[in-house]
């Protein structure tokens, strides 16, 4: 196998154990999974888990990350032609809308959960982790003002899971905020 084939299986590799882990994330609700179950479940081996990651940690922001450019790319078609604070709005409301599914509950409060738990010890890996989300923000407001866009509709999704507040409510709430308190570009 060539330098670049065994590049190409370890990124097929990483894949199927990011599958695995989002898998076993949406039947359970929670990161409770161990590295033996997700490369169990991946067809994977131990050895092959951590020659892709170094942690579950790891895993778990990689997956963050993935799930975020999902999201990302189901926002973009939405807030394209969008202008100015307006598209704050859209990006907040479609985030609500997401999150108002019922099948994507189990899944959102494991996210949300690990967002908070990692950002407390990966501060820096977890803003990467969502970057695909804020980065759709910084096209109308700065890069501080997406970030705490971003952390307010986290916050706002807690809410939602943990407390049972209504998605659209929360969505429309938080985005009538930020239209008082986001600059935009300009």
């Known amino acids: 196998m060539t330098f670049s084939g065994v590049a190409v299986e370890r990124a097929r590799r990483a894949v199927a154990l990011v599958d695995a882990a989002r ?31 170094a942690s579950k940690d790891d895993l778990v922001l990689a997956l963050l990350r993935h799930d975020s450019e999902r999201g990302a790319a189901v926002m973009a078609p939405r807030i394209v032609g969008v202008e100015g604070i307006a598209r704050v709005r859209t990006f907040i409301e ?30 820096r890996q977890i803003l990467d982790a969502v970057a695909p989300l804020s980065d759709l923000l910084e ?35 938080i985005a009538a905020f930020c239209e008082r308190g986001v600059q935009p570009r300009g």
């Open 94 to 123: 479609t985030m609500f809308e997401l999150i108002g599914y019922p099948e994507s509950r189990s899944y959102a409060t494991l996210a949300w959960n690990e967002y908070r738990r990692l950002g407390t010890t990966h501060r």
């Open 139 to 173: 096209v109308v407001c700065s890069a501080r003002d997406a970030r705490y866009v971003l952390s307010l509709v986290l916050a706002g999704i807690g809410d939602v899971l943990m407390d049972g507040a209504d998605p659209r409510a929360t969505g429309e709430a």
């Open 23 to 53: 898998a076993l994330a949406e039947e359970s609700g929670t990161a409770d999974f161990t590295v033996a179950d997700v490369a169990r479940r991946a067809g994977s081996s131990l050895k092959g888990f951590y020659g892709c990651f």
